[in-house]
């Protein structure tokens, strides 16, 4: 499929690209524009267009993680497609143990799965593992924060998809305590993004 620049390659194993997730790549490059020299980070890659089209459009380097083999070997192929395999790394982890103690990501972005496990036989055509988000459907995006916590520069952002505002409202409340600042809210057609500040 086209994905804004992009040609993004894909099967029934991983989950479709959703156009509208274009809105987290451009906004994670308009960051990226703004920031230090650094690198972006990209968690629950999938197939790899959100990281991709955000590296392609900042021009920086990319390092994108996702637990699922077939994830990583689709993202593989569409950073080759691109012209990008030179500036991704893509890791084959799980979130807690992908990046080292020392590392700082300009910009983050992640696409955790957000529908509870009680629902996800609604979408029959979607692998389990790239949806499921726990019972109350928070459960991989609040590991992302945590992974991402003492790896962001000082001005770094992370930003987060959700499916809607009420679940980007429980994520925030979740976290409240916890030293990260909410910065802005941005809707697409089918979820919302939320950028939550370095801690």
């Given at each position: 499929?086209?994905?804004?620049?992009?040609?993004?390659?894909?099967?029934?194993?991983?989950?479709?690209?959703?156009?509208?997730?274009?809105?987290?790549?451009?906004?994670?490059?308009?960051?990226?524009?703004?920031?230090?020299?650094?690198?972006?980070?990209?968690?629950?890659?999938?197939?790899?267009?959100?990281?991709?089209?955000?590296?392609?459009?900042?021009?920086?380097?990319?390092?994108?993680?996702?637990?699922?083999?077939?994830?990583?070997?689709?993202?593989?192929?569409?950073?080759?497609?691109?012209?990008?395999?030179?500036?991704?790394?893509?890791?084959?982890?799980?979130?807690?143990?992908?990046?080292?103690?020392?590392?700082?990501?300009?910009?983050?972005?992640?696409?955790?799965?957000?529908?509870?496990?009680?629902?996800?036989?609604?979408?029959?055509?979607?692998?389990?593992?790239?949806?499921?988000?726990?019972?109350?459907?928070?459960?991989?995006?609040?590991?992302c924060v945590a992974a991402c916590r003492d790896h962001l520069s000082a001005a770094g952002?992370?930003l987060v998809q959700l499916g809607d505002a009420d679940q980007a409202d429980r994520l925030?409340?979740?976290?409240?305590?916890?030293?990260?600042?909410?910065?802005?809210?941005?809707?697409?057609?089918?979820?919302?993004?939320?950028?939550?500040?370095?801690?």
């Open positions: 499929m086209r994905f804004a620049e992009l040609s993004i390659e894909y099967d029934d194993r991983v989950l479709e690209p959703r156009p509208w997730t274009q809105v987290q790549s451009a906004w994670a490059a308009e960051l990226a524009q703004a920031a230090d020299p650094g690198t972006l980070l990209e968690l629950c890659s999938g197939a790899g267009h959100i990281g991709l089209l955000a590296a392609f459009l900042s021009r920086r380097d990319l390092v994108a993680v996702d637990v699922d083999p077939t994830a990583c070997s689709f993202m593989r192929l569409n950073a080759e497609a691109a012209g990008l395999s030179h500036r991704v790394e893509v890791r084959e982890a799980r979130l807690q143990d992908a990046l080292a103690a020392d590392e700082r990501f300009v910009v983050a972005v992640a696409d955790p799965p957000w529908v509870t496990s009680g629902a996800i036989d609604r979408f029959p055509d979607d692998p389990a593992l790239a949806i499921d988000g726990g019972p109350d459907g928070l459960q991989v995006a609040l590991a952002s992370l925030v409340a979740a976290l409240s305590g916890g030293g990260w600042q909410v910065g802005e809210r941005r809707q697409g057609l089918g979820g919302v993004v939320v950028q939550l500040l370095h801690p």
